[in-house]
């Protein structure tokens, strides 16, 4: 029997027993993981910092009806406020209403951008700074493009309070997507984001390249770039989750294409392009620089082993003499690594914000791992 003829029973019972065997979430699955992945996705509001804070406001909510999320963050951070995201006050007749669609502000932008509070923390997490050049490697649909310019290009926001920090104009943000629907997708969103003078000036590009082919290719080439952020496409469990919730509710024994087009080796295929899409981000940044790899996958073949396998081939590679620079994950600041528990659990590797978490936030799934670009030592 094929898998799209499979039962609905046989496929669900095979999806639920794979991700609650004792080497996955064991018990968690079907007590609190399961649930959270079931219920309706939570929403958070990200300020296009790029209009006045009244627009947003007006669109969004005031400020009294609205509580900022606050992101983990070291006391030196200057760029800590760049990024900033809001709920709705605890107290609020509905606080887990969803925000109104973005609208237009008066200087014909976007005002805001409805995402997972967890994406937002993924791009924190790169710590961005003014003049970095950027390589968003899976950008599409857009919004932590949005989120990493609010940081290259602080000194265009209508409230900046002063002249624009030096290396502002080197600044460079390339956002890919290889998939021409979602790239015409991507560039159109962008557009109603960002000043049109960062496109005009060539700051700011949108790319349509295969990403697991190399960095060559990237307008800044290999070592080109300051930071990349990889937000691999993944076997996203609570889209089929979601999916399949969806088409039970209108006709019973009903199989979402989702749920069966999954199998457990699912995860493993999907793995071996994120895998390429690692070692291009790390070809395509400099030495010094920062990868953060993401997912949105509760597969722990997509989150830590990809970042295990990439490391065993980069010491592979680095003894055949094939590379002279390896990668390392960065361990965080213990003020940040505080305040990531408030999100995430850790993991080998990296961290995964799950929507079952104890800090009720109900964000995710999003697993993401930080690492550095380093030199080999000199033998």
């Known amino acids: 029997m094929t898998k799209t003829k499979r039962p609905q029973s046989s496929q669900q019972d095979a999806f639920s027993a794979h991700f609650s065997s004792a080497t996955r979430y064991g018990d968690r699955w079907n007590a609190s993981l399961y649930p959270a992945l079931l219920a309706k996705t939570r929403y958070a509001a990200l300020d296009n910092r790029y209009i006045a804070l009244a627009d947003f406001n007006s669109v969004v909510g005031s400020p009294e009806c609205l509580r900022r999320v606050v992101l983990p963050s070291a006391p030196s951070d200057i760029h800590s406020e760049d990024i900033q995201v809001f709920v709705r006050n605890d107290d609020a007749e509905d606080p887990d209403a969803p925000f109104s669609q973005p609208s237009q502000a008066s200087n014909g932008l976007l005002t805001h951008w409805n995402l997972d509070a967890a994406s937002a923390v993924a791009v924190h997490m790169l710590h961005i700074v003014t003049g970095d050049r950027v390589l968003d490697l899976c950008a599409a649909p857009g919004g932590k493009s949005v989120a990493i ?11 900046y309070p002063g002249p624009p920090m030096a290396g502002a ?3 460079a ?9 979602r790239n015409r997708r991507l560039a159109d969103n962008l557009s109603k984001y960002l000043p049109a003078s960062l496109a005009t000036s060539g700051q700011q590009k949108v790319l349509q390249l295969d ?5 060559q290719a990237f307008p800044l080439g290999v070592g080109g770039y300051d930071k990349v952020l990889v937000d691999a496409p993944c076997s996203s469990e609570r889209h089929i989750v979601h999916a399949q919730a969806k088409v039970s509710s209108g006709k019973a024994g009903a199989l979402a294409d989702e ?10 295929r999907m793995a071996e392009t994120q895998h390429e899409l690692l070692m291009t981000a790390l070809r395509a940044v400099r030495v010094g620089g920062i990868v953060l790899y993401a997912t949105c996958s509760v597969s722990n073949e997509e989150n830590d082993g990809v970042i295990e396998k990439t490391l065993a081939q980069l010491e592979k590679r680095v003894k055949k003499g094939e590379f002279t620079w390896t990668a390392e994950v960065i361990k965080f600041e213990p003020q940040i690594e505080q305040g990531l528990l408030d999100f995430a659990e850790r993991t080998t590797y990296g961290w995964l914000v799950l929507p079952d978490h104890p800090s009720g936030g109900r964000w ?14 000199p033998w």
């Open 364 to 377: 995710g799934p999003l697993f993401f791992t930080k690492l550095i670009k380093t030199t080999l030592p």
């Open 169 to 171: 104009k080197k600044g």
């Open 173 to 181: 943000l390339h956002s890919n997507e290889f998939d021409r629907t």
């Open 149 to 159: 310019a609010q940081s290259i290009w602080s000194h265009l926001q209508p409230d």
């Open 259 to 268: 749920l069966a087009r999954w199998s457990p080796a699912t995860a493993k």
């Open 211 to 215: 990403g697991t082919r190399g960095a």
